[in-house]
């Protein structure tokens, strides 16, 4: 399972880093290609020499070297990686995490992380067991980051409890069920991906723009689970404060224009989900300068043109038409009908329509899937089961049409 995997381990400063080299030894005796990204604490424990020595790579530890950033910058290190392993994972790096911190070459890679990011939490019991450790783990948890351990037993501190790093037999084990499981063997292996989500802004002068209140929570989520099931996914969203979703190829635009031309600019796929709230149109001749407030004048008048349609782009391509096209309808009456009038005008296999009368943003979502069958309503969900749902129906459909 391990066999030339890319896996990027980032050493953080722990007792529990004298095991990393046994570790490293441990992958490499089966296939696998590790990197290291060594923190200055980490340094205290094990030295650079030696996991270079064993990995046969370059060690990584300064995030403002120029000669690294040239070869190979903190986001290209997590772009070639299959997985990101944080062994050992102290309470302190798992803080910056989950606050977002990027002050170090290691927390700036995991913040531009787009693969999947596998912890082994390693500290004092009392540490591990502090409110503040507890309750970044559940938001690490609930971005869907992989945790392994920690153990109970004595610790190096001489107190006794959970703290421990997993083994190294249980790490390598973690990974080669992570890759067994999530990428051979999900009902989506093979297949790819597109989802759109989030808004677009467009432009009305260098400051302002036009932009609707989606908050990219519905689409990212989709992506999310699509890559869950094993799909390779590309998300194209707008602009958005949602974290990315681990695993997934991140394709950040602006416009409906930039957005359709990511979307083309996607190899073929499989599956494409059309979840983003693309503004219908745009500002015909956005100003190159800032508009002025001349006081007397008329404010000045926007004349709008239409923006291209990427769902029924995608829907009505001639060739490398994906085989399901999934569009989403926000509606605030007669949902199912309007959806499904939409669904014959774009020309999509599915649309899913929603209700948005309460407000895009929420964390909830009420939706009917509108097949060529009919509609099926699902009962109020969190967006999150939503996407798990719909993901699991893809999978089914895409099985059935092999
Ligand atoms: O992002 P959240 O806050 O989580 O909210 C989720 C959501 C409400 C945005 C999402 O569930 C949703 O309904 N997305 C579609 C929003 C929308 O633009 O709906 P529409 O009925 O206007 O468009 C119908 C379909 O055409 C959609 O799939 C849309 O992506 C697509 N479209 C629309 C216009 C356009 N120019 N290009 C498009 O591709």
Redesign the pocket.
């Known amino acids: 399972m391990l066999e030339n995997r890319h896996i990027l381990l980032i050493v953080s400063g722990g007792i529990a880093a004298v095991k990393v080299p046994d570790l490293i030894r441990r992958l490499r005796e089966r296939g696998a290609m590790v990197r290291c990204i060594l923190t200055k604490a980490g340094e205290q424990f094990v030295t650079p020499m030696s996991l270079a020595a064993l990995s046969g790579e370059k060690v990584f530890q300064d995030l403002f070297s120029l000669t690294d950033e040239n070869d190979m910058g903190h986001i290209n290190l997590s772009r070639e990686a299959d997985i990101i392993l944080v062994a050992p994972a102290t309470a302190n790096i798992m803080a910056k995490m989950a606050y977002g911190i990027a002050d170090d070459l290691a927390t700036t890679a995991l913040l531009a992380a787009d693969k999947t990011v596998m912890i082994a939490p390693s500290m004092n019991v009392m540490m591990w067991n502090h409110a503040a450790t507890q309750s970044n783990l559940k938001t690490l948890q609930d971005r869907g980051i992989e945790v392994v351990g920690p153990g109970a037993g004595d610790l190096a501190c001489g107190e006794i409890g959970d703290g421990r790093m997993a083994e190294v037999a249980g790490l390598v084990s973690a990974l080669s069920t992570f890759f067994q499981t999530r990428k051979e063997s999900g009902p989506l292996s093979g297949c790819s991906a597109l989802v759109?989500?989030?808004?677009t802004h467009e432009p009305i002068d260098p400051v302002r723009y036009i932009a609707?209140?989606?908050?990219?929570?519905?689409?990212?989520?989709i992506a999310a689970a699509l890559a869950r099931l094993g799909a390779k996914v590309t998300l194209v969203t707008g602009p958005?404060q949602e974290p990315n979703p681990s695993g997934v190829t991140v394709v950040a635009v602006e416009t409906?224009q930039q957005?359709?031309g990511a979307c083309i600019a996607t190899k073929q796929t499989d599956v494409a989900v059309?979840?983003?709230?693309?503004?219908?149109w745009r500002v015909a001749q956005a100003s190159d300068a800032k508009l002025k407030k001349v006081s007397g004048d008329p404010p000045p008048a926007l004349r709008l043109k239409?923006?291209?349609?990427?769902?029924?782009?995608?829907s009505q391509a001639k060739t490398n038409r994906p085989r399901l096209v999934v569009?989403?309808?926000?509606?605030t009456e007669n949902v199912i009908k309007n959806g499904t009038a939409?669904r014959a005008k774009?020309g999509?296999d599915w649309?899913?329509a929603?209700d948005?009368s309460a407000g895009?943003?929420?964390d909830t979502?009420t939706?009917h899937v509108i097949t060529g069958q009919g509609s099926d309503s699902w009962p109020t969900l969190s967006?999150k089961a939503v996407a798990e749902l719909l993901a699991l129906q893809i999978a089914r459909h895409i099985k059935q049409t092999l």
Do not use: W
């Open positions: 759109t989500s989030g808004p609707n209140r989606s908050s990219g929570k519905q689409g990212h989520a958005t409906a957005m359709l059309c979840a983003a709230a693309v503004s219908d239409e923006n291209p349609d990427i769902l029924a782009t995608l569009g989403f309808a926000a509606e939409k774009k999509c649309i899913v929603n948005v895009f943003g929420a979502n939706v967006k």
